[in-house]
């Protein structure tokens, strides 16, 4: 019971810290919290995103693939792994995972974003269109922001059909 309290805590200020973009002590914290009380299945979402932020992806990968052995409906998890994916370049196997994610969460719209850019740099130029499409309905704020740093990531320069990075 005690260890169980003691992982709340340590999860809850595990979560703060990532919150606040403190990768490093959250990770800290939620392995910390992890020990104390496995079931914490969330905190398994929050270590992975943090070791992600700090471009430790296979360490990430490990934690998200538990976080789905823990539990099979955890979109986030399937979220993640679908970016490991794509930033490890290979889109293909990124499609899976997102359309995973969707099928749990249909209005995520990161979910629906980021799968229009596997398909799209699968060559699935129709499907990545619908998948941005929904993106930008569900969120369009978001979808803008997204662009962006697609754009400036693959250094495209606005291809027919994209939008210009401005």
């Excluded at 973009?21 to 959250?26: V, Y």
């Excluded at 990430?60 to 409906?73: C, S, T």
């Excluded at 499609?95 to 799968?115: G, I, N, V, W, Y």
Aim: glycine share 8%; hydrophobic share 40%; charged share 30%.
């Amino acid at each position: 019971m005690f260890e169980e309290l003691k992982g709340g805590i340590l999860f809850f200020l595990g979560k703060m810290s990532s919150e606040r973009g403190q990768w490093k002590r959250a990770q800290g914290l939620l392995q910390q919290a992890l020990r104390f009380d496995p079931g914490l299945f969330k905190g398994y979402d929050y270590l992975g995103e943090a070791l992600l932020r700090q471009e430790k992806l296979s360490e990430a990968r490990v934690v998200f693939e538990k976080a789905v052995e823990k539990d099979e409906e955890d979109e986030m998890a399937f979220y993640f792994l679908g970016r490991i994916e794509l930033l490890e370049g290979n889109p293909e196997k990124a499609a899976p995972f997102l359309e995973k994610a969707l099928s749990l969460t249909p209005r995520f719209p990161d979910a629906h974003f980021f799968l229009g850019r596997a398909k799209l740099l699968s060559g699935k130029a129709e499907e990545a269109r619908k998948s941005f499409q929904c993106a930008c309905t569900l969120d369009p704020n978001l979808a803008k922001r997204r662009w962006k740093e697609f754009l400036k990531s693959h250094a495209l320069s606005g291809p027919e059909g994209l939008p210009q990075d401005s």
